[in-house]
């Protein structure tokens, strides 16, 4: 089993920033990708940013320019910095991780329990 674990939501002014953290532990052999979803109310969950084992990034076109997404191999942590957030970054942000447990195992999808971001005067 993996755990995700996120942290850096909270409250921001428009044109402010944030940096969101996700910490994978458990049973882990390799982690081939890491990503950001984000749900905003009465929406589908959508893509914000995506990085895989290769360090090759995937950006939805409303954040590209403004959020950053990097990983830390060595601590099996995943980063969002988000500059110049407006009101419709507003969003419960997920960090999702593609993971496999052993050398021969298959990959499987794990999720964190969200944090909110609020960007708002």
């Known amino acids: 089993q993996v755990q995700l674990v996120e942290s850096g939501g909270g409250l921001v002014q428009p044109g402010g920033s944030l940096r969101l953290s996700c910490a994978a532990s458990g049973n882990i052999f390799m982690i081939y990708a890491m990503g950001w979803y984000r749900q905003a109310p009465g929406k589908q969950r959508e893509l914000a940013a995506h990085?895989?084992?290769?360090?090759?990034?995937n950006y939805a076109d409303s954040v590209k320019g403004r959020f950053t997404i990097s990983r830390d191999n060595a601590k099996n942590t995943v980063y969002l910095q988000m500059n110049s957030l407006k009101p419709e970054d507003t969003a419960v942000y997920y960090c999702h991780a593609l993971v496999s447990a052993t050398v021969t195992g298959r990959p499987y999808d794990y999720w964190g329990q969200g944090t909110q971001v609020t960007v708002s005067s």
């Open positions: 990085i895989n084992s290769a360090v090759r990034t």
